[in-house]
């Protein structure tokens, strides 16, 4: 990471739509940056968003927000990228993969042109697939090129846990893996309340606990989006969070176990794909990806997402 000590903080967020701006006002509110960027094509979106996160300092904290361009990301720690398509109702993430990629190439590019020492934090969708285009199109180290991958994912599973057992979410330690999208894998066997295994917890507690009742909360988790972008039409305020979390533990250098999309060496036969596995995050970024002693069932969900990322980027040929 860059020396903090006598340049302010500066987070650039491309891209001021839902999540990037809900981004920019979580960031504003943790008070974890001195300097926001808001970068778009949309400039006068970039510049009324900008507005109206600035009127919100007098009541927050002391932080310069403003709508810039690309050179604005010099000395950037992170470089957030939300800019792109979004899912409309009925269409899966893969869906977008054509619209964004295309973006993504001028985008990465640009940011690199400007500052080559920074971090790239994806969240744009397809995630997973748009962090490997990153990883290529900036030509960066894989520990400063991540995507969001599952950590949303991962609060949605730890939140509908907790409504089930009854604990607050922190106290759920569970995660999902693999793409962020459909082929997404919930890691059951290794899933703890105070380091109690589901099955002996809901033993010890007389909850029912079926089988039926935990397939129920996956598909909820992972059917969350089309639920939400059915009612709404996007989502924002969940992802936006995970992306402060991360921004947070990067700048912090907290060395956090996040689920975050990044490159994989050599995990289980998968390689050269990028997607979510329990991550240590710290100010260099992607510190090492926890190699999770995984069910039999779980190994094979996870190569079969790998899979499913690998058709996309071969067809792709970033
Ligand atoms: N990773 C996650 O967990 C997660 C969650 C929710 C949404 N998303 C994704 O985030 C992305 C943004 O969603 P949204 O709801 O904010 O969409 P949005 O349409 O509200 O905002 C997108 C913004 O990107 C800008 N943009 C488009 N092309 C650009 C370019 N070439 N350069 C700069 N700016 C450009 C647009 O002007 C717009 O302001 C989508 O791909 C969506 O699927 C990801």
């Known amino acids: 990471m860059q020396d903090t000590h006598h340049q302010p903080v500066r987070i650039a967020i491309v891209g001021a739509g839902n999540v990037g701006a809900t981004f920019a006002y979580a960031l504003l509110l943790s008070r974890l940056a001195a300097e926001i960027v808001l970068i778009d094509n949309n400039h006068a979106k970039a510049e009324g968003e900008a507005m109206d996160l600035n009127h919100a300092v007098p009541l927050a904290s002391p932080v310069r927000i403003w709508a810039g361009d690309y050179a604005d990301c010099a000395g950037a720690a992170v470089t957030v990228i939300t800019a792109g398509s979004a899912q409309r109702p009925g269409e899966t993430r893969l869906d977008l993969v054509q619209r964004n990629a295309a973006i993504m ?22 995630v997973d697939i748009l962090t490997y285009a990153s990883l290529k199109y900036s030509g960066l180290p894989t520990a400063r090129v991540l995507g969001s991958g599952t950590i949303l994912d991962t609060a949605r599973f730890r939140y509908m846990l907790s409504q089930y057992f009854g604990v607050d979410p922190r106290s759920v330690h569970a995660y999902i893996i693999g793409e962020h999208g459909d082929s997404e894998v919930p890691v ?29 909360i996956f598909e909820q988790t992972r059917d969350a989006a089309y639920q939400i972008i059915e009612r709404k039409g996007a989502t924002y305020y969940a992802v936006a969070s995970g992306i402060v979390r991360i921004v947070e533990a990067i700048l912090r250098n907290q060395s956090t176990v996040l689920s975050v999309s990044s490159f994989i060496q050599d995990y289980a036969g998968i390689r050269d794909v990028c997607l979510s596995l329990p991550t240590v995050i710290s100010g260099a970024g992607v510190e090492r990806v926890i190699r999770l002693e995984l069910s039999d069932e779980e190994k094979a969900g996870l190569q079969q997402s790998a899979q499913v990322l690998k058709k996309f980027i071969e067809q792709m040929n970033f």
Not at 188 to 207: F, K, T
């Open 105 to 126: 190439k001028t985008i990465v590019e640009s940011i690199v042109r400007h500052n080559p020492l920074g971090l790239i934090l994806v969240a744009t969708n397809p």
């Open 188 to 216: 059951w066997s290794l899933a703890n309340i105070a380091g109690m295994r589901l099955p002996v917890y809901c033993e010890q507690h007389d909850l029912g606990c079926r089988d039926a009742d935990m397939q129920r």
